[in-house]
T-cell receptor
């Protein structure tokens, strides 16, 4: 069964304290792994797409990496404005449907 | 990145009335759009896939007669919650995927049924 699991569920960091979020997946024939950021009361905001093991993408303080079984979202020297829920998702059929993980709620304190 | 809009952003209605939510892809054409529902502190739950020019396909357990979906053009899909009841109160989010199959999400619509 296709599945996406994120850990930890919640993460509290001090400003400047780097860390990583994990997204483990089991899906046959990976056609991409997506990372989104969601602020309270808003729709998810697209961050990255990764397609193959070894691929890395960066945006400001965020870097996403992909292996054959999991993806990491590394946050370097986070700021309070990085506080949000981070979601990962993978497509599970040709129609573009996504399976979402439960998300990691990140809180960065000044 | 691509932009998806939703309208209204928030709606309050009386029990038994119908509510229509619009989802538009502003700078790209979307043959497929998706409708999600999200409860507090939970992840997104896919309700249905909206296909331009054809009937929507609903996920298991979603009442197609209660949640009417119309995808009349390549940039517009609508979700109508018919005869809304308090248990339909939720955060509804649409998305559209571009040619790279990346899904871009709208800002969401908060529905409160009294």
């Amino acid at each position: 069964e296709d599945q996406v699991t994120q850990s930890p569920e919640a993460l509290r960091l001090q400003e400047g304290e780097s860390s990583s979020l994990n997204c483990s997946y089991t899906v046959s024939g990976l056609r991409g792994l997506f990372w989104y950021r969601q602020d309270p009361g808003k729709g998810p905001e697209f961050l990255f797409t990764l397609y193959s093991a070894g691929e890395e993408k960066e945006k400001e303080r965020l870097k996403a990496t992909l292996t054959k079984k999991e993806s990491f979202l590394h946050i370097t020297a986070p700021k309070p404005e990085d506080s949000a829920t981070y979601l990962c998702a993978v497509p599970y059929n040709q129609g573009g449907k996504l399976i979402f993980g439960q998300g990691t709620e990140l809180s960065v304190k000044p | 990145g691509a932009v998806v809009s939703q309208h209204p952003s928030r709606v309050i209605c009386k029990s038994g009335t119908s509510v229509k939510i619009e989802c538009r892809s502003l700078d790209f054409q979307a043959t497929t759009m998706f409708w999600y529902r999200q409860f507090p502190k939970q992840s997104l739950m896919l309700m249905a896939t909206s296909n331009e020019g054809s009937k929507a396909t609903y996920e298991q357990g979603v009442e197609k007669d209660k949640f009417l979906i119309n995808h009349a053009s390549l940039t517009l899909s609508t979700l109508t919650v018919t005869s809304a009841h308090p248990e339909d109160s939720s955060f509804y989010i649409c998305s559209a995927h571009d040619s790279q199959e990346t899904q871009y999400f709208g800002p969401g619509t908060r529905l409160l049924v009294l």
